[in-house]
């Protein structure tokens, strides 16, 4: 790829930055290793470090990736993993945004179907998804019904399915 200088920043508040090639080959390079360095990054895309630094900060700022550490909870003492549908009455976003504060709910997504909400959440035991699910989860208001699959195993899990 032709050398280019670090693309101004995005304008704020834009909610789908348009991603070209650098930016995409990038993507998937930390998909591969969110740890590669700046260095390598710019080598592997033809950018000097300075541009894929910029270019890495532009795309953490617009939420197009996080550069997290995965980990598997059961090595970290969680021992139960579960998918809770939600049927709601009333405002579907209040909902959403309350769940979303519990720390053990790891993601929360709006769906059509049978649920209008599905999160996942990582916890303890089953007395962890117990006090969870009638503490925290059943009294928040506008949640009409619950349905929680448990995981009995985690069979495939990855992050890495690159971009369009």
Request: net charge negative; glycine share 6%.
């Amino acid at each position: 790829m032709a050398h280019a200088e670090p693309r101004p920043a995005r304008p704020a508040g834009r909610r789908h930055p348009e991603l070209d090639d650098a930016d995409k080959a990038i993507i998937e390079l930390l998909q591969d290793d969110g740890r590669m360095p700046y260095t390598k990054l710019a080598a592997s895309v033809g950018l000097s470090e300075t541009a894929v630094r910029q270019r890495v900060q532009n795309l953490v700022d617009d939420n197009v990736v996080q550069i997290v550490a995965v980990t598997d909870p059961l090595r970290l003492g969680f021992h139960r993993q579960a998918m809770v549908g939600v049927r709601t009455e009333g405002d579907i976003r209040a909902v959403a945004d309350t769940l979303a504060l519990i720390p053990e709910i790891d993601y929360v997504v709006f769906t059509s179907g049978s649920f209008d909400l599905l999160f996942e959440l990582v916890c303890e035991d089953d007395d962890h998804l117990l006090t969870l699910l009638n503490d925290k989860v059943r009294s928040i208001p506008g949640v009409r019904s619950t349905e929680t699959f448990t995981y009995l195993r985690l069979h495939k899990q990855t992050y890495a399915w690159g971009t369009r």
